[in-house]
């Protein structure tokens, strides 16, 4: 752990202030809707901010891009989090949170890879575990010192 550099002040204010707005943005779709789980989403936001907005990298304009770092919200129920976070760096049109499981709506609530920001359907506490897995074995690169399975 020695090469860890503890952000400076600014930069952990500002992710502070990124986590609260997430929450805020959840707690308005998750109201409008009139179902859904906020305090999930709210217990993730710090997770979402830090890992959307300082740790990952991947472009905004192309969720879909191969070399983009994958996400997998494996407490699906926590979607509209995700949703926000994609909002706040401007892939979802804020507006469209409040219209967060209405039938003409994409965002449902659960994460569904008919969206072009997720890979993997998750929903049981749990399944996202699996399959992120699954996804980073096949997306590494085994090198020739490994056997491969046939």
Not at 5 to 33: F, M, V, W, Y
Not at 76 to 89: R, S
Not at 110 to 131: I, M, N, R, W, Y
Not at 141 to 147: K, T
Request: charged fraction near 20%; hydrophobic fraction near 35%; aromatic fraction near 6%.
């Amino acid at each position: 752990m020695s090469s860890y550099h503890k952000p400076d002040e600014k930069t952990l204010q500002g992710l502070r202030d990124i986590a609260n707005k997430l929450r805020i943005k959840s707690i308005k779709a998750t109201c409008a809707s009139n179902s859904g789980h906020p305090t999930s989403c709210c217990s993730a936001a710090e997770l979402m901010s830090v890992l959307f907005f300082h740790t990952m990298r991947y472009k905004t304009g192309d969720p879909r891009n191969q070399c983009n770092d994958r996400f997998v919200l494996s407490k699906g129920h926590a979607a509209p989090v995700l949703y926000a976070a994609w909002a706040e760096v401007g892939y979802v049109k804020e507006s469209d949170l409040l219209n967060l499981r209405k039938i003409d709506c994409d965002l449902e609530g659960h994460p569904t890879p008919k969206l072009e920001f997720v890979d993997v359907a998750t929903g049981s506490l749990g399944q996202g575990l699996g399959a992120a897995c699954g996804m980073a074995y096949t997306g590494s690169d085994p090198g020739p010192e490994q056997d491969l399975l046939p």
